[in-house]
């Protein structure tokens, strides 16, 4: 059985950073793209990053671009995003997702979600 486990999170004033960790169990973690989502409160799903199978390729929405970086070690089946100079805006609760870029979605065949961490900026 798939499964995905974040941690990480916590509430940090802006300005500041955090590292999220994904660790993944019941999958050949190597062989998958995996996915950064998140979801503010009152707001739709966002897609933040994706990396691909052996990290060669990063993709990030515009919103975190030069602020955030995924990364993950095959190794350690676990998945990495690294959040600094954090805005009040990028409070939401953070997901692990087993799919890319194009494929991330709840529902989506082939997709996994782990549970979340909550991120909150807040001075």
């Known amino acids: 059985e798939v499964h995905l486990v974040e941690s990480g999170g916590g509430l940090v004033e802006p300005g500041g950073s955090l590292r999220l960790s994904c660790a993944a169990s019941?999958?050949?973690?190597?062989?998958?793209?995996m996915t950064w989502a998140r979801q503010a409160p009152g707001k739709e799903l966002e897609w933040v990053s994706t990396?691909?199978?052996?990290?060669?390729?990063?993709y990030y929405a515009d919103s975190v671009k030069g602020r955030f970086t995924i990364s993950r070690d095959n190794g350690k089946n676990t998945l990495y995003l690294q959040l600094n100079s954090l805005k009040t805006e990028d409070t939401a609760m953070y997901y692990c997702?087993?799919?890319?870029?194009?494929?991330?979605?709840?529902?989506?065949?082939?997709?996994?979600w782990g549970q979340g961490t909550q991120v909150t900026v807040s001075s």
């Open positions: 997702v087993r799919g890319d870029n194009y494929n991330w979605r709840r529902g989506t065949p082939g997709t996994h």
């Open positions: 019941g999958f050949d973690f190597s062989t998958y793209h």
């Open positions: 990396i691909s199978l052996g990290g060669g390729n990063t």
